[in-house]
């Protein structure tokens, strides 16, 4: 059973930068498609980006795009998500999720598995 846990959120000004990492026990993330999440109080759940099996493909939300990098080691079985130019408007609690497929998509409902999840603030 794959299990994943996310890790690096924090409070950080506008402007700033935080790297979000994803680790995966339990089974080979080479075999997982994986996305991040978000989900701000009051806000319904956005997909963020996400990334194929063999990191060659990526999809990013338009909110993020230039701002936000995904990108994968699957020797060390992690995810990460490099985030610049960090606005107030990405406070929100950050999930990772994989999917036993090759595509990804920011669509939760293929996603079967999820990390509890990593809380971003943006604040001055």
């Known amino acids: 059973q794959l299990q994943l846990v996310e890790s690096g959120g924090g409070l950080v000004q506008p402007g700033g930068s935080l790297r979000l990492s994803c680790a995966a026990s339990?089974?080979?993330?080479?075999?997982?498609?994986i996305s991040w999440f978000r989900q701000a109080p009051g806000k319904e759940r956005e997909g963020v980006s996400c990334i194929g099996r063999n990191g060659g493909s990526t999809l990013y939300a338009d909110s993020v795009k230039g701002r936000f990098t995904i990108s994968r080691d699957n020797t060390k079985n992690m995810v990460y998500l490099q985030m610049n130019n960090l606005k107030p408007e990405d406070t929100a609690e950050y999930y990772c999720a994989a999917a036993l497929r090759d595509w990804c998509a920011t669509t939760a409902t293929i996603y079967s598995y999820w990390g509890q999840g990593t809380q971003v603030s943006v604040s001055s």
């Open positions: 339990g089974d080979t993330l080479e075999y997982y498609a």
